[in-house]
């Protein structure tokens, strides 16, 4: 049976770490609010007023019964199922806190186009925007990039591997954040290369890997758009 994804349609967003994990385990799976009336469908689940375990928003997957929710709680239920998580238990909560400082990072992200409110449009507070934006290329960026930097540096069981000697969906998720951040801020990431070279060595290693040249190059692979968590506003933009 094939595993469902439940997020929403035309947009990378959260759902995007989960798609790599599918997508590299090369495993069945249904995006289901890219189906005929599959938003309908993701929306029922979560307004039910009798289900159990209904989530609170997406992204969320079913496997047979089982929903799960949230992105690193995801990826720890999908790890070891789609070969993607430590053989050691130990290593798999490891995995799954360094999946959870990730969690902390795209929010920071979203939070620079939407720094007061999310139901109000990004026009009604780009002044703000402008503020926070900077800020987080000159020190939420460097902050965040240089632990993750550092776990590399500082991982004994081999290279261009966040944990464990074995690809792992961390990885996965730093070539996301990467590809993300030189969408929304190429100025303040065009140094990211001579910073953070075990990241992008991480990076470049993931793109090369066969299932997700296959997955980039498909129509599978939504592209960046404002409507995301990684959106590019020029004016959000500075060199760092």
Known sequence: MAYELYYWDGLQGRGEFVRLAFEEAGVEYIDVARQEDGTGSMMKWMKSKSDAHIPFAPPFIKDGDLIVSHVANILLYLGPRLDLAPQDEALRFVANGLQLTITDFVAEVHDTHHPIATTRYYEDQKDAAKQRSADFIENRIPKFMSYFERVLENNPEGSERAVGSALSYVDLSLFQIVEGLRYAFPR????LGVRYPKIIAVHDAVEKR???QS?????R???FNES???RHY???DQDN
Request: cysteine-free; charged content about 20%; aromatic content about 10%.
């Open 215 to 219: 997955y980039l190059a498909s129509g």
């Open 210 to 212: 066969p299932n997700i």
């Open 221 to 223: 692979r939504l592209k």
């Open 228 to 230: 995301g968590i990684f």
């Open 234 to 236: 020029p004016e959000l």
């Open 188 to 191: 303040g990431t065009k140094h």
